[in-house]
């Protein structure tokens, strides 16, 4: 690898980095993505989508692709770095521009060596990850047709650069939100008597929810619900008619998630109806658990491990990942690659250490050929999704 590759992925990470846009916002990181793939003779795909661009290199039948995210978050950048954000809010806190970086210098290489290319590589990068609208959109536009595997990663700031982790089976996890509403009935602070107090049930409400998560399921469940949010009352004197509060509930596994929902709703329900008041439970689901292909997997360590990688096996992983929603529809792998910043994904301060960019940009490349032979060979056994 040479300097100058690495010195030009660390060049576009950084323009992406300065430049960051909201999810389904992304039309300045589009157009520069879709010039840089231009530039280098790479086809753009006709999809009808809003913001991203897939692109395609290669020819034959072998089909598989590599995704990248594009949108940043809404956090106020305090790296102080001198190519920090200059859209004030906004800031590329997850990695994204440096998973976009790696995929487009895998895709320099791939291009590198088009006409020895054992079929075709699908470029995606995506928008809308954060909300989990992105892969939804790509697939609905139809760019997943025809693609037999799929490949993508997230740096991971707790593990040092030349780190590489994934695993088979369940990997990120179920993400889903919701809002509790309490109703009571609002009395003077001083005469609690007459009124339903809706805050001290709140509060038990949630003493309540943690032992539920913590008592009733299976430690080895891997669950975790967390109350993230509080609205209730305005002053001091009176007792608020109405709470609402919420959080988010991860797990790894449909049936415990299902589970622990019913036992949320009901237990919420008759703590509240047994002190005279009344509450409701919504739930919006995020991104489903992303469920790696054993296969597909076990390649994509292999291959890890050839290109000079200390690979290991991942722990599985808390956070929600809308990748999870293609490898639904289409096998393949999710991997998780050391950026070594010592503030972690969503923070003010997060700074991967960019040296990570070059090696993971070979990596892709490396994987779509090797999957493209195994694809030819017809050797891998595949357990549809
Ligand atoms: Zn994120
Ligand atoms: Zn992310």
């Known amino acids: 690898m040479s300097n100058n590759f690495s010195a030009q992925l660390i060049n576009w990470r950084r323009t992406l980095h300065t430049w960051p846009e909201l999810s389904n916002q ?5 157009a520069r993505i879709r010039g840089w793939l231009e530039n280098a003779g790479i086809r753009i795909l006709d999809y009808p989508i809003q913001t991203g661009v897939i692109a395609e290199i290669g020819h034959g039948e072998s089909l598989i692709a590599l995704r990248a995210d594009i949108d940043a978050l809404p956090i106020h950048e305090q790296t102080r770095l001198p190519f920090a954000s200059q859209h004030a809010g906004v800031m590329h806190a997850c990695g994204h521009d440096v998973h976009t970086s790696v995929i487009l210098g895998a895709a320099m290489q791939l291009k590198a060596r088009e006409d020895r290319l054992p079929g075709r590589v699908r470029l995606f990068f995506q928008p809308g990850e954060e909300n989990c609208t992105g892969a939804k ?29 994934t695993r088979g089976g369940a990997f990120y996890a179920n993400a889903d939100r919701f809002i509790i509403n309490i109703h009571g009935k609002g009395a003077h602070a001083a005469h609690p008597e007459q009124g339903i107090d809706t805050i001290v049930l709140t509060s038990q409400v949630i003493q309540a929810l943690q032992a539920l998560t913590s008592r009733s399921f299976n430690t080895l469940d891997s669950l975790v619900l967390s109350v993230t949010r509080i609205d209730a009352g305005k002053t001091w004197n009176v007792l608020p008619e109405k709470v609402m509060f919420g959080g988010t509930l991860r797990t790894h596994d449909v049936k415990v998630r299902e589970q622990v929902q019913q036992r949320v709703n009901h237990l919420v329900k008759s703590l509240v109806e047994a002190s005279g008041g009344s509450a409701d439970v919504s739930w919006t689901a995020g991104p489903p658990v992303l469920i790696n292909d054993k296969n597909w997997a076990r390649v994509a360590s292999e291959v890890a491990k050839v290109a000079g990688y200390e690979v290991r096996t991942a722990d599985l992983h808390l956070g929600g990942e809308d990748f999870a929603i293609y490898l639904q529809n289409v096998p393949g792998a999710f991997v998780s690659i050391g950026s070594d910043s010592e503030f972690g994904l969503h923070h003010e301060g997060f700074n991967p250490d960019e040296t990570l960019l070059a090696p993971a940009a070979e990596y892709f490349s490396r994987l779509a050929e090797q999957a493209l032979t195994l694809l030819n060979e017809k050797t891998l056994e595949i357990n549809p999704a």
């Open 137 to 165: 959109q790509f697939i609905k536009a139809g760019a997943l047709e025809g693609v037999q595997a799929i490949f993508g990663m997230h740096n991971e700031p707790g593990l040092p650069v030349g780190t590489f982790a």
């Open 26 to 30: 992304e039309q300045a990181t589009t």
